[in-house]
């Protein structure tokens, strides 16, 4: 922060009459287009060039400054980056907005049109993604020097179509247009091994020094974006690898006539960047994901390293300079390649290569699922990387040794802490590697750091128990509130002044006037013009109609069972039943607002989508409901679509299973906007309801401890339906085919599981969310009191900003100064 004066002595002009001089030229020159045909998209490209080019001079300034100054830089590892589009985000923080506002309308050209024409850049899926976008934007706007490292999928995860009820999947061809704000860096090419042998190259001391000789290679090319920071005052950088093959082809072959196995190397490399999430249920989609990872983690520590030695010339003094944070499990490779580089490329010895390390790499978890743990077998990882698997085995047999020491260790002990899981065929465990290889390792809630410390690690907090620390996630406000609600930014500086924008912890200010009449009339018309806005989304999108005075009750993330939408569906066909029975009750209206994606090979998730779909078809026709109860499912779910859903939110679902959901994120968006939260006691709700207050945020169902409790007692859901007249009678409307008249046993699976097995607890917290959602209804009755509990959301949730969490990173982890 301290070098903005520095960064652009002579700034460019930036009133209205410039930059419409600079958009023409734009367009005439870069675009190669005069005015009078121009497109919208012409003139979209020609925007982003003009912002762009305004955020370059801070962007180079920005690199420099760390070269001058011999400044830490942090190195984000992430095989997601969910940064939606770019323009609006670029022209907020360089102040740009309204001065380019004018300048395309003086041309004849709307801001908001032309804004809705670029493609959310498709880097991602849900929470993990939004999580790294949204840090990058605070790193940036606190000073931080640093680099995001990801992957530069052609597709991402995939374009979500809903044919007949069911999730599509459709390629997502967000690059088919080219990318305006990103720059190849061909100097930045990188050789990515896989496969060979691992051979011994003579004596080092006492040491064999070994050599990995890969079969195979392709090439890491870099694309830089630039990250632009809070009033432009640090431009940082979001570089992403593609894949290109060694030999692009094979003139032997093509001229033999096999053009297939002319271009088999290209298609091979260019399969790694394809796909976000290759499906990983066969051994084909297993080694794509692991290939995937590495091929991302060995470009960027290459490419880090590079820097690093060219200005310091050593990487012995690595953790002062260098702080690599892995987000979530996926990059934890890099634990072993790191060793693999400083070892036997620079001869390091191992005790000190280790050191090294662990002192420069710390680790996020962002779930307690075994599943999202990764793990990979050993055969694959012998076959891909031998060298990095010869490695985990010393790490393992080094970490054994110890606890055998420290702990007293017995065999069921060591095996808890092995790297290799013994006992599922052979496998490696990443999220250990991970662990063993960190400095720090960080949960993101508070509920979830301490049951990161019961469960998944609880012995190796026993042999490193300073190790685990708590950073809870947070939120970019400044696209979340400003850029997305810019209503409600207007009405809050308006009544607690323009500092709020600069100094976020003055929304607190705000709560003062939660009881005031006329703020709550001004606050409830926002809210409306921004339901107005959604409910035109949603008729164009899905050909529903909805009322915008109904409460909008949205449920938006990734579809699992965990998170439970089935609860949610559930108790919205019993809430049908009960209109349709008691028409004369005083109903609250709703529209049930579900959004998000179902991994492709999830079948159960996919099915969940599917009877969120049927049952909407038969509530939204269905005469006797008068209106009162709509179901909306908005498809393909992304950043763009939630800038829309947010701020339009009365109510948040946030009823994961207690214990499951590590944080949220969403949680807090919706919050900040105004929603009130109805949810569990899980992951960073627990940390919402303490800052807004229990009166303001609808709590029902188990806590963490007493799913743990119910679980190891005897889960009987077949008895709670039994028990439960509203239950039983809606999950045999489900197993009748009520919703699915078409094939009658299309959910009989799902009604299966709910009725034998229930691993999520749908049933257990059934009657607790009916009475919960009752309390909202109630609340919703009475518009003062539901304003001023909107109101006290909005004015406490400054704690959830993002920056808070980075410079809690900062300080504990990264050991980096912030401005």
């Known amino acids: 922060m301290n070098e903005m004066n520095a960064i652009d002595p002579q700034p460019r002009r930036v009133d209205a009459e410039s930059l419409k001089a600079a958009i023409v030229d734009k367009l005439a020159y870069a675009v190669g287009k005069d005015s009078i045909v121009a497109e919208p998209h012409d003139w979209l ?152 042998t691992v051979e011994s190259d003579g004596m080092a001391g006492d040491t064999v020094r070994q050599r990995w000789q890969p079969q195979e290679k392709v090439l890491a090319i870099a694309y830089d974006t630039p990250i632009v920071g809070w009033r432009g005052a640090r431009v940082n950088t979001l570089r992403l690898w593609s894949a290109r093959a060694v030999n692009q082809i094979h003139l032997d072959d093509f001229n033999r006539g096999d053009h297939v196995a002319a271009l088999a190397d290209l298609t091979r490399a260019d399969t790694i960047t394809r796909v976000l999430y290759p499906a990983d249920s066969t051994v084909a989609g297993q080694e794509l994901r692991l290939r995937q990872e590495y091929f991302f983690v060995s470009a960027s520590l290459q490419d880090l390293l590079r820097r690093h030695l060219k200005q310091f010339g050593t990487v012995e003094n690595l953790p002062d300079k260098v702080a690599i944070q892995l987000n979530d499990t996926h990059p934890s490779v890099a634990v072993a390649e790191l060793m693999r580089v400083l070892v036997d490329l620079h001869d390091i010895p191992w005790e000190k290569a280790w050191a090294i390390t662990r002192g420069t790499i710390s680790y996020t978890n962002h779930t307690l699922l075994p599943e999202a743990l990764e793990s990979w077998p050993v055969g694959l990882m012998e076959r891909l990387l031998p060298r990095h698997m010869q490695i985990i085995y010393e790490i393992n047999a080094r970490l054994l040794q110890s606890a055998r020491k420290s702990l007293d260790a017995d065999a069921d002990l060591l095996a808890s802490l092995s790297l290799i899981d013994e006992h599922h065929g052979r496998r490696v465990r990443m999220g250990q590697l991970a662990f063993v290889g960190s400095h720090k390792v960080n949960g993101v809630s508070a509920l979830h750091t301490e049951l990161m410390k019961e469960t998944v690690f609880r012995d190796l907090h026993r042999l490193y128990p300073e190790r685990i620390e708590n950073k809870t996630n947070g939120i970019a406000l400044r696209r979340w509130l400003m850029q997305a609600n810019p209503g409600l930014i207007d009405l809050l ?47 164009s999108t899905v050909g529903v109609s909805v009322d915008p005075d109904a409460m909008f009750d949205v449920q938006i993330k990734r579809i699992h ?179 699915s008249p078409d094939d009658r046993n299309r959910y009989r699976d799902l009604v299966d599981n709910l009725m034998t097995t229930d691993g999520f607890l749908v049933t257990a917290d059934f009657d607790a969310y009916c009475r919960a959602q009752r309390e909202v209804d109630a609340i919703w009755r009475e518009p003062a009191s539901w304003q001023a509990k909107a109101i006290r959301n909005t004015a406490n949730m400054a704690w959830f900003s993002a920056d808070r969490t980075i410079r809690q990173y900062a300080r504990d982890i990264w050991d980096v100064p912030v401005g």
Request: charged share 25%; with cysteine.
């Open 45 to 196: 490209a020609a925007t982003i060039l003009v912002v762009r080019d305004r955020a370059i001079d801070r962007w180079m300034e920005s690199t420099r400054g760390p070269y001058r100054t011999g400044a830490k830089r942090v190195y984000y590892l992430s095989v997601e980056f969910l940064i939606g589009r770019l323009l609006r985000d670029a022209m907020s923080n360089l102040g740009l907005v309204e001065p380019i506002a004018e300048a395309l309308n003086s041309l004849g050209v709307d801001l908001d049109a032309i804004e809705a024409l670029e493609p959310d850049a498709a880097l991602g899926n849900g929470g993990l993604g939004r999580l790294a976008a949204c840090f990058m934007e605070s790193m940036a706007s606190v000073g931080i020097p640093a680099y995001g490292y990801g992957i530069r999928y052609v597709h991402g995860l995939f374009h979500q179509e809903i044919k007949d009820g069911n999730q599509i999947e459709l390629p997502e061809d967000w690059l088919s247009d080219g990318n305006l704000w990103e720059f190849e860096r061909r100097e930045a090419a990188y050789d990515i091994g896989f496969g060979g």
């Open 561 to 739: 069972e965990y998170k439970r939408q089935l609860l949610n569906i559930l108790e919205t066909i019993a809430v049908y039943n009960q209109i349709r029975m008691h028409p004369e009750r005083d109903w609250a209206p709703r529209v049930k607002i579900f959004a998000g994606k179902a991994a492709a090979s999830y079948w159960t998730a996919k099915q969940i989508i599917r009877l969120i779909n049927d049952v909407a078809r038969v509530i939204n026709n269905d005469p006797a409901v008068r209106g009162l109860l709509k179901v909306v499912f908005l498809p393909n779910y992304n950043v763009s679509l939630a800038e829309t859903i947010v701020p339009a939110a009365d109510l948040s679902e946030q009823i994961s299973t207690a214990g499951m959901e590590a944080s949220g994120t969403g949680n807090m968006k919706l919050a900040l906007n105004g929603a009130i939260t109805i949810g569990t006691l899980d992951g960073a709700n627990v940390e919402i309801s303490e800052r807004v207050g229990p009166d303001n945020i609808v709590i029902f169902g188990l806590t963490a401890d007493e799913v743990a409790a119910q679980r190891r007692a005897g889960h009987n859901p077949r008895a709670i339906i039994g028990a439960d007249d509203r239950l039983r009678t809606v999950i045999e409307a489900i197993a009748d085919g009520v919703f």
């Open 493 to 539: 500086v308006e009544a607690i002044g323009p500092a709020v924008l600069d100094d976020v912890d003055r929304l607190v200010e705000a709560g003062a006037l939660a009881e005031d009449a006329a703020f709550q009339e001004r606050f409830a018309a926002i809210k409306r013009a921004n339901k107005m806005q959604l409910a035109e989304v949603i008729r």
